[in-house]
C-alpha cells in the first residue's frame, strides 16, 4: 500500500456506523424516527396551487419519460387525493429526481419539493426491503459510507469498480448502469491532507468559516476542498474543518429519510455549535447547501436547524458578499488557465438564486471567454442517471447541455456540482472545473 493512501483518519472513523450500511433498511424504531418532527401533513400547503401548470413544463423528467405524471401530480394533487381519503402514495415519487426546478417554477410557492420528499418517504417506508430497488437505491444514496471503506485502498477499489466483471455485476444484479465510468477515488483524502498540513494556517477573531465538503470532495475531488481552503486563507480566513456527515441530498432523493435524519442531526449538532462560536458555514457543492438550507429545515426540526440554514453559504457566493472578489481577480497577475470556459448552472444552484454568479463574476475577467450552456438540467440529479432504468433518460434530459457544450468556444467545462460535472464529462469528454479551481489558479 502506498504511503500516499488514507489508512488513519481517525478523525472521520467514529462517524461510521456500522447500522448505516444496512442495505436492508433501517429497523422499524428508526423508521418511525425518521418522521419524528417531520411535518408530513402537507394537505394544506396544496390549497396554493392555482393549477398553472409551470412546475410541470419546467421538469426535466416529465419531458423525457411519458409515464411520469409531473410535479403538479406528484405535489398537490396528490395531497389533495390524501385529503379526501387516505390514499397510498403512487410509484411515480420515485422517478422524480429531485433536481428541484419545480420549486424555482412554481410562482405560489407551493412547497413542491417539501411535498415530494416527503411523499417518497412514505412510499419508501412502505417498499419490499430486500427488493432489488430498495438495495440498489439504498446502497447509491449511502455512497459515503461506501466511499469511507473503499478509499482506505483507492487503488485497489478503482481497479475493482473500472473492472468488467465489476460493472457487469452492478448492472445485472443491482440496476446500477455499466454505461458510467464510477469515479476514482483520490489516493488522499482532503481531510487526510487537511491533518497533514495542521489544519488552518490563519488565525483570526473575525474571519472564521467552517467547511462544509461533503463525501465527493473530501473522497473523490479533494483538489476543489484544498482549492477552498486556500483561497478563503488568502482572504485571512480562518477554516474549521468539522466533523460531518453526508448533507443527505441523495438520501432525500431516494426516500431514505431514516438514514437522512440521522445525517441531518450529526451535522445540525456540529454545525450549530460551531455558528454559536461565530462561524459561518461554507459548502463547495451546491446540493450540500441546498439541503443545510432548504430541506433541513423543511424536513426536520432539530434544535439548531434554523440557525444552521440561516448561517450556511456557498462558496463564491460568501466571498462576492463579504469581500472584493471582482477586485482581486482583476488586480491578479496571474493568467487563468483555461480562458474558454462552457459553465453549466446546476439545478440546485438555481433554486438558491445563484446560477448567475460564475457568469457575472468571470465575465468581467479580461482574457477570460465565459459561455452558458443552457439552462436545461444536466440530467444526472445526483444518483437518478446512475439507475440503468434511468440512464437513457438521463442522457436525453442532457442532450441540450451537450451540444452547447460541444458549440462553445473552449473544451474546458465548469459547474460547482460534482455530479453534474460527472455528466458532463460523460456527454462531452470535456475536462470539468470547479469556480474554486480557477479562483485558486488566479489568485494564490
Ligand atoms: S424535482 Fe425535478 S424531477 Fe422532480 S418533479 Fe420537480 S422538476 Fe420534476
Ligand atoms: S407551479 Fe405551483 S401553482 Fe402552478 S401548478 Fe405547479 S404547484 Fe400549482
Redesign the pocket.
Known amino acids: 500500500m502506498s504511503d500516499t493512501e488514507d489508512t488513519h483518519e481517525h478523525e472521520y472513523e467514529h462517524e461510521f456506523d456500522q447500522s448505516d450500511s444496512s442495505p436492508t433498511g433501517p429497523t422499524p424504531v428508526e423508521s418511525a424516527e425518521a418522521f419524528d418532527g417531520l411535518n408530513a401533513d402537507l394537505r394544506p400547503g396544496a390549497d396554493?396551487?392555482?393549477?398553472?401548470?409551470?412546475?410541470?413544463t419546467s421538469c426535466p423528467v416529465a419531458e423525457v419519460d411519458d409515464e411520469f405524471p409531473g410535479?403538479?401530480f406528484q405535489?398537490?394533487e396528490q395531497w389533495r387525493l390524501k385529503r379526501k381519503e387516505d390514499t397510498d402514495i403512487d410509484e411515480s415519487i420515485m422517478s422524480c429526481s429531485n433536481c428541484m426546478r419545480?420549486d424555482d417554477?412554481?410562482?405560489?410557492s407551493?412547497p413542491?419539493s417539501q411535498m415530494h420528499n416527503t411523499a417518497r418517504g412514505e412510499y419508501v417506508e412502505g417498499m419490499d426491503k430486500f427488493s432489488r430497488e430498495y438495495i440498489r437505491n439504498r446502497i447509491l444514496a449511502n455512497y459515503g459510507t461506501l466511499a469511507r471503506i473503499g478509499s482506505r485502498v483507492p487503488r485497489l477499489t478503482n481497479a475493482i469498480m473500472g473492472n468488467r466483471v465489476t460493472k457487469w455485476f452492478n448492472e445485472r444484479l443491482l440496476g446500477i448502469t455499466s454505461e458510467r465510468e464510477f469515479p476514482e477515488f483520490a489516493h488522499q483524502t482532503f481531510r487526510k491532507w487537511w491533518n497533514d498540513r495542521g489544519g488552518s494556517q490563519v488565525t483570526s477573531e473575525q474571519k472564521r468559516i467552517a467547511y462544509f465538503h461533503g463525501d465527493y470532495s473530501n473522497f473523490n475531488t479533494p483538489e476543489v476542498a484544498k482549492a477552498l481552503v486556500r483561497v478563503f486563507e488568502s482572504f485571512g480566513y480562518e477554516i474549521a474543518v468539522p466533523e460531518q456527515r453526508c448533507s443527505g441530498t441523495p438520501m432525500f432523493a431516494n426516500g431514505m429519510l431514516a438514514d437522512a435524519r440521522r445525517a441531518a442531526k450529526f451535522n445540525v449538532e456540529t454545525l450549530s455549535a460551531l455558528v454559536e462560536d461565530g462561524y459561518d458555514i461554507i459548502c463547495s457543492c451546491t446540493s450540500c447547501s441546498m439541503a443545510l438550507r432548504q430541506e433541513y429545515p423543511e424536513l426536520f426540526d432539530f434544535e439548531g436547524t434554523g440557525e444552521v440554514a440561516a448561517h450556511t453559504y456557498e462558496a463564491v457566493e460568501y466571498l462576492r458578499l463579504h469581500e472584493d472578489l471582482e477586485g482581486e481577480l482583476h488586480d491578479s497577475d496571474s493568467e487563468i488557465d483555461h480562458p474558454a470556459l462552457a459553465y453549466h448552472a446546476p439545478c440546485h444552484a438555481r433554486n438558491q438564486g445563484l446560477h448567475r454568479q460564475a457568469l457575472e463574476l468571470f465575465r468581467t475577467l479580461d482574457g477570460v471567454d465565459i459561455e452558458d450552456v443552457g439552462d436545461s438540467c444536466s440530467g444526472i440529479s445526483g444518483t437518478y442517471g446512475w439507475k440503468s432504468e434511468k440512464y437513457d433518460y438521463s442522457m436525453e434530459i442532457g442532450e441540450e447541455m451537450f451540444e452547447e457544450m460541444k458549440d462553445a468556444e473552449g473544451t474546458t467545462g465548469m459547474t460547482e456540482c460534482p455530479t453534474c460535472a460527472m455528466q458532463m464529462e460523460h456527454g462531452t469528454g470535456y475536462e470539468i472545473n470547479h469556480p474554486l479551481e480557477v479562483i485558486e489558479a488566479a489568485l494564490t
Open positions: 396554493n396551487c392555482y393549477k398553472c401548470t409551470s412546475c410541470d410535479p403538479k405535489g398537490p419545480c417554477a412554481c410562482p405560489s407551493v413542491l
